[in-house]
């Protein structure tokens, strides 16, 4: 059994919060074990609580797609969210929350050790990015530690905004070139940092 694996069994005998009593299914995160790029979204929805899969209801979807236009599948990549519960009534993760289940995301970029780190929405991008603003920095890349790290729109944000469509396929598309340039991108001076959590 991989590491990952374990980790998985780890993660769905959690019951540190609340909302675990009302999941169906926990959902750890899936993909290549060696990915590149790992995705960090926001919590399970309603399909995801379903399957105990990441990104499968109608934003997995659109992900899906942004992937193909930079000619990957999703299990060429890593996708995982910052909590593993689906939040009762899809509300919103709590701090408490995302603070309870950082220990599995944090294991988790260990495990895979990304070369790429990209956000989905803000609940992802402020526990790189304190204090930054989705809107100024999506499309931007920061490199930490050998990490590049990239902030988009979530997906299903975008999917609802035509104007954050426009800047999601873009952002994408961004993608491939910042990998193939990662020697050349700066160090931050002092973001992101891991950790600068839950000043969302
Ligand atoms: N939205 C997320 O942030 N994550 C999922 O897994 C599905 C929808």
Known sequence: M???SELY???SLCRQCEIAKYRNKVVPGEGAEDADIMFIGEAPGWHEDQQGRPFVGPAGLYLDQLLASINLKREQVYIANVIKCRPPGNRDPLPSEM???HKWLQRQIELISPKMIVTLGRYSMALFFSGK???K???TAQKQDNIIYYAMYHPAAALHQ???RQAIEADMLKIPPLLAQAESIAPAKQQPQQLNMFET
């Open 2 to 4: 991989s590491a990952l």
């Open 9 to 11: 069994e780890e993660i």
């Open 99 to 101: 603070q309870e289940c």
């Open 133 to 135: 603003s989705i809107s």
């Open 137 to 139: 920095i999506h499309g």
């Open 162 to 164: 035509q104007s954050l």
